[in-house]
Structures are given as C-alpha cells and as structure tokens.
Nanobody, 124 residues
Framework: QVQLVESGGGLVQAGGSLRLSCAASGRTFSSISMGWFRQAPGKEREFVAGINWWNGGTIYYADSVKGRFTISRDNAKNTVYLQMNSLQPEDTAVYYC????????????????WGQGTQVTVSV
C-alpha cells in the first residue's frame, strides 16, 4: 500500500504560481509511477501530468498545461511536485496525486493509490 498526502493548494490570482507537493509513504516510492489529476466542479477527473518511476523518468503533460506546469519527483524524499505557472481561472480544480505500479498512463482508472486532493482556485 502507498499513502499519498497533497499540500500546497490555495487561492492565487491569474498569472500567478503555485507548487503542489505529494508526500508518499508505504510501499517503495521509487518503484511507483506518479500522476497529477484534477477535477473541476461538474467535470470528470482529468490527467494533468505524469512521471515514470525511475530516475529521470519519462514525463507526460496534458496539452492544456504543457509549457506552464512542470512535474518532478525526489525519490530520496518520497515526494512528487507539480510546479504550476501562469495559472488561469480554468485551472481551478481539486488536484489529486496518484500512483501506480508500472509506467505512467493517462487513465484515472489505472491508478491504485490516490491522495485526498488539494484545492487550487485561480481568480481573475
């Protein structure tokens, strides 16, 4: 089992930045591929970014965040990060980190481990 706890959400003005963190405990973090998902009110949970489990693992982004968001991981600290720059109101959502054995996928149903979510609100 892997337990995931997100932090770093909050309220920010459009154009601002936030960095989300996801701390993992339990099963060896370095063998778990990690993803960030988000869910806005009335919408389905969608893939935002993912990073494979190995050092320098392949990274994937949703088109909507490419060039603005950066995912990274520190296996020594059992933590994955999501740096979010140039935030826009449409980025407002609850952000979840998720983990799975094997490589990153974009499908939320592929992930076994989920955090409780952290709210990100971007004002105009």
């Amino acid at each position: 089992q892997v337990q995931l706890v997100e932090s770093g959400g909050g309220l920010v003005q459009a154009g601002g930045s936030l960095r989300l963190s996801c701390a993992a405990s339990g099963r060896t973090f370095s063998s778990i591929s990690m993803g960030w998902f988000r869910q806005a009110p009335g919408k389905e949970r969608e893939f935002v970014a993912g990073i494979n489990w190995w050092n320098g693992g392949t990274i994937y982004y949703a088109d909507s965040v490419k060039g603005r968001f950066t995912i990274s991981r520190d296996n020594a600290k059992n933590t994955v990060y999501l740096q979010m720059n140039s935030l826009q109101p449409e980025d407002t959502a609850v952000y979840y980190c998720a983990g799975r054995a094997g490589i990153v996928t974009r499908g939320r149903d592929d992930y076994s481990y989920w955090g409780q979510g952290t709210q990100v609100t971007v004002s105009v």
